[in-house]
């Protein structure tokens, strides 16, 4: 099936460019750096922007490819084929921190960020806000024209070399009968590649997988601000200029994690399918007892659910795709993709290791890789127990 409906014959065209792009350049450079646990060097992000993915959702009039989400999908799955970071890398592009009120300004960083020019960073958790974000503590104060920030994030991925980091900080505490999320604002912090502005400084975590990356603790200690890099300064009618912006900034934060769920969901489908295809070729290549393992009825079952899995994960996350495409609100569903293809991940790259045996167990082979990754896609962008629960309060009503 592999989703004729929605499968166009230009997103073909768009998913067979990306699949040779991600195995015969993004594949080699993986086994190479993976083990290493070395970022992606600038010379490879110079090619995945030739390449026009980091701009796969903004505008053909600045540059971009000027399509949706679908398609920023399709080519995900692709490249977490090959390398779940470089998947995860394009996310930090895509429009991301050119949501500024000067038009101009605003359209020269869409055009960078297109480019891959523009290359950021997202630094909302902290130690003590990770799913629930409204309670996020870093402050920004006003000092004349610039803001002065405070505090801590974790979970800062690609901080040092990004050209800016995407900040989700504290302006005030809520007012009685606010919502918790009240008194958020985003700032857009312009920075150095490779370099910590004066007031920040950080230390990278050691992280099991999901190397390509560095990840960050940020430490925020006097970091200046100006006021003009305030991001969601529009408002509905009836609230102040403060509040619009706070409001759009808690709203901004979540609508841009419904879409980073079904990115995950395509990432996790391009993990298991990896670990899918590797394990054919092992199975057929592998003899026990006089024969391929691939004759054993056992291994061929558990193929089988494998592929299984996989397609209909697929399928979910193909429909959620389209339907954000087309306008619909889809934060339940968003949830189902995620949560669902990111647990069959998990369990089709486990598999996988059990088809490979010992040798599964190795850096010999690519497929602890793909189960290393697999199973941080369960707890990024919202944990499966997350998912759970906006799914639950959307079929039930929130819990009191």
């Given amino acids: 099936m592999n989703g004729s409906r929605y499968l166009t014959e230009k997103r073909l065209a768009i998913q067979a460019e990306a699949r040779r792009f991600a195995m015969e350049e993004v594949l080699p ?46 080519i995900s799955e692709e490249l977490a084929r090959a390398w779940m970071s470089v998947a995860s890398i394009i996310a930090r592009a895509q429009g991301m921190g050119a949501q500024i009120g000067d038009e101009e300004r605003r359209r020269e960083l869409l055009a960078r960020s297109a480019r891959g020019q523009w290359i950021g960073a997202a630094a909302l958790s902290e130690p003590n ?37 995407n900040l989700l900080a ?6 009685p009968g606010e919502p918790r999320s009240a008194g958020l604002a985003t700032f857009v912090i312009v920075k150095d590649r490779g370099e910590f502005p004066a007031g920040l400084t950080g230390e990278p975590i050691d992280k099991v997988g999901y190397f390509g990356m560095t990840t960050w603790n940020l430490r925020f200690d006097g970091l200046r601000v100006p006021d003009g890099h305030r991001l969601g300064n529009t408002r509905p009618v009836g609230v102040t200029a403060n509040q619009g ?17 079904v990115h995950t969901a395509a990432r996790a489908v391009g993990l298991a399918r990896g670990a899918l295809e590797d394990s054919l070729a092992y199975a057929q290549e592998r003899v026990q007892f006089e024969r391929p393992i691939a004759t054993f009825q056992a291994i061929r079952f558990k193929l089988a659910d494998m592929a299984t899995k996989i397609e209909a994960a697929r399928a979910l996350y193909y429909q959620v ?42 850096t010999e082979r690519r497929v602890e890789r793909y189960w290393r990754d697999a199973r941080l896609t369960t707890i990024f962008e919202g944990t499966s127990e997350i998912q759970r629960r906006t799914i639950s309060d959307r079929l039930l009503g929130r819990a009191k």
């Fill in 29 to 74: 450079l993986a086994d190479e750096l993976d083990p290493q646990r070395a970022d992606i060097p600038r010379s490879f992000l110079d090619r995945v922007g030739e390449q026009g993915y980091f701009g796969i959702t903004v505008p053909r009039d600045v540059g971009g490819m000027g399509l949706g989400v679908f398609e920023y999908c399709l």
């Fill in 129 to 165: 806000a990770g799913s629930d974000l409204a309670n996020v503590h870093c402050r920004a104060e006003l000092d004349g024209d610039e803001w002065v920030v405070t505090g801590d994030k974790r979970w800062c991925g690609n901080a040092l070399a990004a050209d800016f980091i």
């Fill in 170 to 175: 504290r302006v005030r505490d809520p007012e």
């Fill in 245 to 261: 912006a706070e409001q759009s900034a808690f709203r901004a934060t979540q609508a841009g994690l419904n879409v980073a769920r």
């Fill in 321 to 362: 795709a389209q339907a954000m495409d087309d306008g619909e609100s889809v934060e339940r569903e968003a949830a189902m993709a995620k949560l669902f293809a990111s647990e069959m991940a998990v369990d089709v790259t486990g598999e996988a290791m059990q088809v490979h045996g010992g040798n599964g167990y190795t």
